[in-house]
Structure formats: structure tokens, C-alpha cells
């Protein structure tokens, strides 16, 4: 049976970082995250009784590495589906895979609804949730609806994600300024594993929870400022413990820094909008929707910004009859 699914990249306004497990992908703290309407990825999964080996194509590639963690995965989904067959697998995203977007969250999302799909087996969304933070620990916030929690958890079944609220709760949207979509010197992976060598990541973990506790409540009253100052200080914090790591961990290009002053120009001139930023250069922008274009104008003038890109709240990771193949 063949199956497609798609399954959108998201935004986290609290940030995982540092992992308790590494084999299981178990975060070291959850976080709250906003799946994105305009980055998606689009998965088409086959097993086929022929085939000698996993056939995967992902944006067009073969790219070794990226296969066979991929090929790891389908076998957690064989282990679990106890179905023996190989997969022929393409994969494709609508936008820059590995520059700091969350790419592997939506892949992975995608990958593991097509996946299960396609052995006829069903999994309820907290099974998939668990199933696709094994392949990449941001994937189990994609599989949810709207506004989502990940529970950090002590063991496999503790640690998944659930929708804290629908894609129409709040009308906010995210527009990311891309600065870059060349693919990471150092992928995030390798920065989690190194995170606990700041000086600073203990002090970090020691108010998280409290800090989660708190967007939630801000998402809940629709505190747009509060929540704003939240999210920008979480993510100034986040790079704070990347930046004092070791080797250290610096994302961030000049472009990237004047992104960031200029919303906080935006502010003063009257414009509620504030910053988050991923493990990436590219800079995301939380505003109303009213002020999305006035905020895509400002930013679209500043050079190294190749494009801004508006995203509102979206569904999460779903079956469609678009086949690739």
C-alpha cells in the first residue's frame, strides 16, 4: 500500500535544548511550539516486496547520510508494525532544508504518519508523536494540531507532543526573514549533544518549567506583549547557552543582528512584533496579522534578507492523495 503524508515544520517560542537521552531523542526540558502553514514537508512511503534495500529520495538526492537515518527509522516502524518489507521513499520540501527552519521536524513527521499509513497499521496521534521524536526530537511538535506542547518526560512514553490549542486560537502570524538556506556547518544535533558544557545550562533548566508554565497562560489570555517579551528573552537565552558551549555554537550572521534591532525599531515606532530565532541565522518575526505586510516591507529592504516568508497557525501532519511516485 502506498501512502503520502505532509506534515508542517514549526516555530518554538520555548525552546528544547539538550537532550537526557540521546538514543531516544528524550529533551532534557519540553517546550511550546507553533506549526507553520507555508514550510511543509511532502512524504511519499511505499513497501514494495521487491526491492533489495530502502530506495529514498529526499529533494531530488540520494545523499548517503540522510538515507540512512531515514532507513533507521523505517525500521522502528517495522519493528513496531512487525512488517519485514523495504520502502521506496521521496521526499520534498518547499523550502531550504538543514539552514536552521526545522526541516528534519516536518521529514521526520512526515515520514513516520507515511510510513504507518502505508503498513495499514494505526497508531493513535500520541503513538505517532513518540515514534517521530525518535528520528528528530522536534518532529513529535509537528504532529499535532495548531499550538502544541512537548512534555519532556523521563521515559519514551512520557515524552510526547499534544495540541494546547487550534490553529484558530490566535491570529498571530510568524514571518521569517531568510537570510540563508545553505545547509548548517554544524548541525543542531551536534549542538544539543554539547549543550550541557555551558556554565549556564543548569541555571537555565532550573526555571523552564516555570517559564513554560507561563506562555502557556500568555497563549491561553492572549497577551500578545507579555508573551512577545517571553518569547524574544527565550531565544536570546537559548543562543546565549549555544554561544557559551564548547566548541561554541554561533548561528547568528551581521544580517542577522540587524534583523533584530530593526524589530525592536519596529516597536518604537508602534508596531507590536517581536523576535524568536531557531538554530539558524534566519530570524522569525511574531506579529498580528494586520501588521504582517507592514513588517515584510521594512524587512524586505534590508540586504542579506533573500526573502521573508508569512506563516500563520497550521494543522498538524496529515494524510493527502497527492502521491509523489
Keep these: 500500500m502506498k501512502a503520502t503524508a505532509r506534515a508542517h515544520s514549526n516555530i518554538a517560542f520555548v525552546k528544547y535544548w539538550g537532550r537526557k537521552d540521546e538514543s531516544l531523542r528524550l529533551p532534557t526540558n519540553g517546550s511550546i511550539s507553533m506549526n507553520l502553514s507555508n514550510l ?34 523505517l525500521d522502528r516502524v517495522r519493528s513496531i508494525t512487525k512488517k519485514k518489507l523495504l520502502a521506496k521513499v521521496v521526499s520534498q520540501n518547499n523550502f531550504a532544508a538543514d539552514a536552521g527552519m526545522a526541516s528534519s521536524a516536518s521529514g521526520f513527521a512526515a515520514l513516520t504518519v507515511a510510513s504507518i499509513a502505508a ?98 497562560e500568555l497563549l491561553k489570555e492572549k497577551n500578545f506583549d507579555e508573551f512577545g517579551k517571553l518569547v524574544e528573552l527565550e531565544a536570546l537565552e537559548l543562543h546565549s547557552i549555544m554561544f557559551t558551549s564548547w566548541p561554541s ?51 524586505d529592504t534590508i540586504p542579506g534578507v533573500s526573502e521573508t516568508i508569512m506563516n500563520t497557525a497550521s494543522t498538524g501532519s496529515h494524510l493527502i492523495e497527492d502521491h509523489l511516485f
Aim: net charge positive; charged share 25%; aromatic share 8%.
Design 119 to 216: 503498513t495499514g497499521v494505526h497508531l493513535s496521534e500520541k503513538e505517532l508523536s513518540i515514534l517521530a521524536r525518535q528520528g528528530s526530537g522536534s518532529a513529535c511538535r509537528s504532529i499535532p494540531d495548531g499550538f502544541v506542547e512537548w512534555l519532556g518526560g523521563d521515559t519514551s512514553e512520557e515524552s510526547y507532543a499534544y495540541s494546547l490549542f487550534k490553529p484558530n486560537h490566535w491570529d498571530i502570524c510568524d514571518v521569517i526573514a531568510v537570510i540563508s538556506s545553505k545547509k548548517k556547518d554544524i548541525p543542531t544535533s551536534i549542538g544539543q549533544q554539547n549543550a550541557q558544557t555551558s556554565v549556564f545550562f543548569n541555571t537555565r533548566l532550573k526555571h523552564i518549567n516555570e517559564k513554560i508554565k507561563r506562555c502557556k
Design 40 to 73: 511543509y514537508t511532502t512524504t511519499t512511503v511505499e513497501f514494495i516486496s521487491s526491492l533489495k534495500q530502502d530506495d529514498i529520495v529526499v529533494n531530488g538526492v540520494r545523499d548517503k547520510a540522510i538515507n540512512r537515518r531515514i532507513s533507521k527509522h
Design 249 to 299: 555554537l554561533i548561528y547568528w550572521e551581521p544580517v542577522s543582528l540587524t534583523v533584530m534591532k530593526t524589530v525592536a525599531k519596529l516597536r518604537e515606532e508602534g508596531i507590536p512584533a517581536y523576535f524568536t530565532i531557531d538554530a539558524g541565522p534566519n530570524i522569525h518575526i511574531v506579529c498580528f496579522k494586520k501588521y504582517v505586510e507592514g513588517v515584510k516591507k521594512r524587512i
